[in-house]
């Protein structure tokens, strides 16, 4: 088994907490519309 490439790993944790961050920034600051959907 090879020895994981740091930058790979480096490069999956940053995109990772990107995405954690878009996620926290659209649950705060969208409206609760969206977030729950138009349905009744």
Request: aromatic share 8%.
């Amino acid at each position: 088994m090879p020895k994981p490439n740091p930058r790979l790993q480096l490069m999956t944790v940053s995109s990772l907490i990107l995405i954690i961050l878009y996620v926290y920034m659209v649950l705060i600051y969208a409206p609760r519309e969206i977030i729950m959907g138009d349905v009744q």
